[in-house]
């Protein structure tokens, strides 16, 4: 069902169309009630950037999360639990934010991964074409903060190599942007994202299978440019395949094992978060995943960084 006049339809039949996957019914419940989430923010956090930001990510909940609202006669009193919980989460920080935090009152008890729920529905699509209208450095933010494992800030900042305050304004800017974005291309035909993500993941196996060979580089010369410029952790800085392939040789000689867990994609971004496991010798080897940021152009890599997560600390015991 689509709908000709949204404004002449109630929340709840706004909410089954976007359920069953019309996008400009979203569209227009996100727009009903942006000026009423607005002054729900400025009443906690007040007038200025601080509200702004807590709709809009009561915004990025909805465009997620809008199959699990319960009641669709209540989605007002859902989004306000929303921006309320966005609002509490900008005092509080901590250091991973799921986007419907706070709020599983009003959710079903089951949680599907993030990328099942936009396999789901046609938002997908949607979003991914609003994404597309952003700058890169914007849309990486957002594709780190929410469709993929790295969502501390901190963590952030060392994916992007760019300053916590950096990835702040930029998250705060996208998520605008994005917001407006959406609500313009709600009505427009939208490509179809598995494809490139497809094509990602399959670049990204056939490079950690040839790893696995100890055979790197004819992987990397399919899709990486000779000239790829690599950064990471400590400083690491290299142009080419050498420092690659020979990082590579080093896992494959120590034991170490590669899963990729993730892969989330744009036009001319990548993300690839591979799940490492180190030798049962020396268990502590390597950190838990690396994720590696991937900038493309004409579908070749030219500039990749490494970011490996940090490892829990393990806990200490005491003996008399």
């Not at 180190?278 to 502590?284: C, K, L, M, R, V």
Request: charged fraction near 20%; include cysteine; proline fraction near 6%.
């Amino acid at each position: 069902m689509r709908f000709s006049r949204s404004d002449a339809a109630t929340d709840a039949e706004l909410v089954r169309a976007a359920q069953a996957g019309d996008v400009s019914a979203l569209g227009s419940l996100l727009g009903r009630h942006r000026t009423a989430l607005l002054a729900v923010a400025i009443s906690l956090v007040g007038y200025g950037p601080d509200a702004e930001d807590a709709v809009q990510e009561a915004s990025m909940t909805a465009l997620r999360r809008i199959g699990d609202v319960r009641d669709p006669g209540a989605v007002g009193a859902w989004l306000r639990a929303v921006v309320r919980n966005a609002c509490r989460m900008q005092y509080r920080a901590p250091a991973r934010v799921p986007l419907d935090a706070g709020v599983t009152e009003v959710l079903r008890s089951a949680e599907p991964d993030p990328v099942e729920v936009l396999g789901q529905h046609a938002t997908r699509d949607w979003i991914w074409q609003a994404l597309e209208e952003l700058s890169p450095p914007l849309r990486l933010v957002l594709m780190l903060r929410y469709f993929s494992g790295v969502t501390a800030y901190q963590d952030i900042a060392d994916a992007c190599g760019v300053p916590v305050g950096t990835v702040r304004s930029r998250l705060s800017e996208a998520r605008g942007k994005l917001t407006r974005a959406l609500l313009a291309t709600a009505d427009t035909t939208h490509g179809d994202i598995r494809a490139v993500t497809a094509e990602r993941r399959s670049q990204a196996e056939e490079l950690l299978s040839a790893a696995r060979r100890g055979a790197p580089v004819p992987a990397l010369a399919t899709s990486w440019l000779p000239t790829v410029a690599v950064s990471g952790p400590g400083g690491m800085r290299a142009e080419g395949y050498d420092l690659l392939a020979h990082g590579f040789r080093q896992d494959l000689t120590a034991g170490v094992g590669y899963r990729l867990a993730n892969v989330v994609a744009s036009s001319d971004l990548a993300i690839w978060e591979v799940a490492l496991q180190s030798p049962p010798e020396d268990p502590f080897h390597c950190p838990p995943s690396a994720v590696w940021v991937l900038h493309l152009r004409a579908d070749w890599v030219e500039r990749a960084r490494l970011f490996h997560t940090r490892r829990e600390p393990p806990a200490h015991t005491h003996t008399a």
